[in-house]
């Protein structure tokens, strides 16, 4: 199983992003998929998360009313637009998966992920 991730880059304060994470090896069609960042010198941190049977979606605080999570099952992906983007977005972001379908609450948690991504990196300038 692999996740690939990408769609990182370079963007000033105010820009947008649009990140894609595609599953090859297995379907996760029954599980969740989320996203977590990790910046410079700081323990990585929930994003967002979705259940791919019905959509549910989990933000977090610092990014609600700015990013939004969706599923495209037939292609095994989920996607992350990220608009208003501010500096403090900057972070190697990583797609997971999970192959059981936790309650939504849990989704936040790196614990409940099975296959992790490499990461794309996003960089916000000011």
């Known amino acids: 199983v692999q996740l690939q991730a990408c769609g990182g880059g370079l963007v000033q304060a105010g820009g947008s992003l649009r990140l894609s994470c595609a599953s090859s090896?297995?379907?996760?069609?029954?599980?969740?998929m989320g996203w977590f960042r990790q910046a410079p010198g700081k323990e990585r941190e929930f994003v967002t998360s979705?259940?791919?049977?019905?959509?549910?979606?989990h933000y977090a605080d610092s990014v609600k009313g700015r990013f939004t999570i969706s599923r495209n099952n037939a292609k095994n992906a989920v996607y992350l637009q990220m608009n208003n983007l501010q500096p403090g977005d900057t972070a190697v972001y990583y797609c997971?998966?999970?192959?059981?379908?936790?309650?939504?609450?849990?989704?936040?948690?790196?614990?409940?992920?099975?296959?992790w991504g490499q990461g794309t990196e996003v960089t916000v300038s000011s």
């Open positions: 997971a998966a999970a192959s059981t379908r936790p309650i939504l609450s849990a989704t936040r948690l790196q614990s409940m992920y099975n296959y």
């Open positions: 979705i259940r791919m049977t019905e959509g549910s979606t």
């Open positions: 090896g297995r379907t996760f069609s029954g599980g969740a």
